[in-house]
């Protein structure tokens, strides 16, 4: 049983102030194994955001969070740090850090994943342009973002996941965006995957199941 | 017996310990799952058509089911199995340090070997279905150190239920009088005394096989079987003089023999 969380587009401060914090009360550490973050992380905006963030005590639960898209400052990586030291990031087109990839993979359990923002996938969130992506990266789970748009696809290369924004941020497509984030429970050769939305202030959860036939994507 | 564990009449205590292990392993399998394990199991047991879509190789979206608030794992609803699952990895971590120090002298508990390992994760399961069992109480340290007397004596009983047959290992002994287990040397020693032994050479040959069980007693009684098959197929090097000592001074009432330390 591994969990993963998988968040992004935030977009604080410039788009939105804080993840809701509905969200954060829920985002504790020490149940997250991984974090994976698909970019737009590190923007040096000099904002004291201190305040933005009143961080919470650590509980012991989120194993990995997967960050995707948005913006960033120092503050928002180290919170995520502190819900779980295993972050992974990959770069958005804000982000002027240039540490970050453009793509990046791991391993977890049975399955193998990449990240990869996806404002470098045109057209913007086109399923066939990921499934390529998917097969270039060689992945079975492809975590990506930028459309701010939850999306759970299934494609003869494997599953692309969008998690949406997190904090509701308004994207390039649309202003209508809910709160979203996605959290992976790994566990064999099944993933079980946790779409958290908040829709008119209330917490919404939704499960989505797959499985991974034993013979598919040689390890 | 006395602490009204088993009942007193012995043809009881068979049925007791069954039932009494059965309601152990269930109470495992509803305890001590993680909850991703318990949603599958669950899954499993609903397996329907909506989900088995989910698994077929058609393209598209996948489908979302709507779940309660406790069914996830950020849940924080105190019914919730996956906010009690995580209250709880803190008890076992704790149980899982204190276990690592209890009787480091002995190998039963403690060091890396399977068996170590084995000792204490049985133990583990059993302080933590204790800690679940009582919310009250839950763990507290030192639990760890009374359990160790109990489970020692628990599971020697089991050792003597899978007590190593002697056909797979005396077979060899008697009908090749000894031949495949000692040296040269060794053996010749050993026949001077079978051959000239006042008890006749069938007896005496008893005696030593039962004196080689009483030479290597305590190395059996802390081995688990794999270990103690091994040691009794490959026997280890003896003093052989010590060894037909002891197979002279067996008496047929053994049950108040005790090795000479």
């Known amino acids: 049983m591994v969990l993963v969380l998988a968040i992004g587009d935030l977009h604080i401060p410039h788009r939105a102030p804080d993840l809701p914090p509905k969200f954060k009360s829920m985002l504790v550490p020490g149940k997250i ?3 994976i973050c698909t970019g737009n992380l590190c923007i040096k905006i000099g904002y004291n ?8 005590q650590v509980p012991q639960t989120a194993s990995k969070v997967i960050l995707l898209h948005g913006f960033y400052d120092q503050e928002v990586h180290d919170y995520f740090k502190t819900l779980c030291p295993d972050l992974h990031i990959t770069r958005g087109e804000y982000d002027e850090d240039s540490r970050y990839p453009e793509n990046k993979t791991l391993t977890i359990g049975q ?27 060689d992945v079975d789970i492809l975590v990506t973002g930028h459309t701010h748009q939850f999306k759970a696809y299934k494609h003869e290369g494997g599953v692309v996941i969008n998690p949406g924004s997190a904090t509701g941020a308004y994207s390039s497509f649309t202003y209508d965006v809910n709160p979203s984030f996605v959290l ?3 566990d064999g050769l099944r993933v079980v995957v946790y779409v958290y939305e908040l829709i008119d202030g209330e917490v919404k ?7 991974k036939t034993a013979t598919a994507s040689a390890h | 017996m006395i602490l009204g564990y088993l009942p007193p009449s012995r043809d009881l205590w068979e049925k007791e310990l069954s039932e009494n292990r059965k309601k152990y392993a269930k109470l495992k399998e509803e305890l001590l ?32 089911h709507e779940i309660s608030h406790e069914d996830h794992p950020l849940s924080l609803g105190k019914a919730s199995v996956w906010h009690q699952y995580f209250e709880h990895t803190e008890i076992a971590e704790q149980i899982d340090r204190d276990l690592q120090r209890t009787h480091p002298e002995m190998k039963f508990f403690s060091g ?10 049985s133990m583990r399961n059993v302080l933590l279905l204790f800690s679940k069992l009582n919310p009250a109480i839950r763990y507290v340290q030192g639990m760890n150190e009374v ?18 047959k002697p056909q797979y290992y005396g077979f060899r002994w008697i009908t090749l009088l000894l031949t495949q287990e000692f040296n040269l040397q060794s053996i010749l020693r050993i026949w001077d005394s079978l051959i000239s032994s006042p008890f006749g050479i069938q007896e005496m040959l008893l005696r030593v096989c039962c004196a080689m069980l009483l030479c290597v007693k305590s190395r059996l009684l802390s081995g688990d079987f794999a270990a103690n098959l091994k040691l009794l197929q490959h026997y280890p090097e003896i003093n052989i003089e010590h060894l037909l000592q002891v197979a002279q001074d067996l008496t047929p009432d053994t049950s108040y023999y005790r090795l000479p330390s």
């Open chain 1, 33 to 35: 194994q991984h974090i």
């Open chain 1, 49 to 56: 955001v201190s305040l933005v963030f009143p961080f919470l």
């Open chain 1, 111 to 137: 399955f193998k994943l990449g990240i990869c923002h996806g404002h470098q996938v045109i057209p913007w969130g086109d399923l066939d342009s990921l499934a390529m992506v998917q097969r270039q990266l």
């Open chain 1, 184 to 186: 992976m429970d790994i």
């Open chain 1, 205 to 211: 959860v939704d499960k989505i199941d797959f499985k």
């Open chain 2, 33 to 64: 799952l993680t909850p991703s394990e318990l949603a599958r199991m669950k899954e499993e047991a609903f397996q329907s058509n909506e989900h088995n879509n989910t698994h077929s190789d058609t393209a598209g979206p996948l489908i979302r």
């Open chain 2, 112 to 121: 890396e070997s399977s068996f170590g390992r084995k000792h204490r994760e």
């Open chain 2, 147 to 164: 359990l160790a007397p109990l489970y020692y004596v628990f599971s020697t009983d089991t050792d003597e239920k899978n007590a190593v």
